[in-house]
């Protein structure tokens, strides 16, 4: 019985050890009032679910946070402001070339209407993983986050 509970503590340990690693990039800080830890907790799930679509291959994951336009600096050499149709078409041939392995994030910075994070995007072009730097930046307008930038090189 003890050692079936030392197990039970012990699985617990680990997974809660691995969620919270997963969320190192993102700094939790001491905010003045409820709105405020709010916004900057829809800005995480903001920047979660661009990531879970880059790690399922799902554009449509991340071009529900586009607005009217949003800035690309791909590697396929695609730079510049595109309408939300346009970006998704680009991050779309992108996905399809660049078989993600995985994509996450190292860290982020957040103030006022502004927040970015930095990563990686680990991919698989048939000769082995290798690796792109990954940015996205945000802005936050009518009281939600959407997509300023991408960055992939």
Do not use: H
């Amino acid at each position: 019985m003890k050692f079936r509970a030392l197990l039970i503590f012990f699985v617990l340990f680990i997974i809660y050890s691995n969620v919270s690693a997963q969320d190192d990039w993102w700094r939790d800080k001491k905010y003045k009032d409820d709105k405020t830890k709010a916004k900057y907790a829809l800005c995480k799930r903001t920047f979660k679910d661009i990531a879970s679509g880059f790690n399922i291959q799902s554009v449509s994951r991340i071009s529900v946070y586009f607005g009217t336009e949003v800035y690309l600096n791909i590697i396929t050499n695609d730079k510049g402001y595109y309408s939300p149709n346009q970006a998704e078409l680009i991050l779309s041939d992108f996905m399809d070339y660049f078989k993600v392995v995985s994509f996450k994030y190292k860290n982020s910075y957040s103030k006022n209407s502004f927040a970015f994070a930095l990563g990686k995007y680990i991919y698989d072009r048939g000769s082995g993983k290798r690796e792109l730097n990954g940015s996205v930046s945000l802005k936050y307008k009518d009281e939600k986050w959407i997509i300023d930038q991408i960055s992939l090189n």
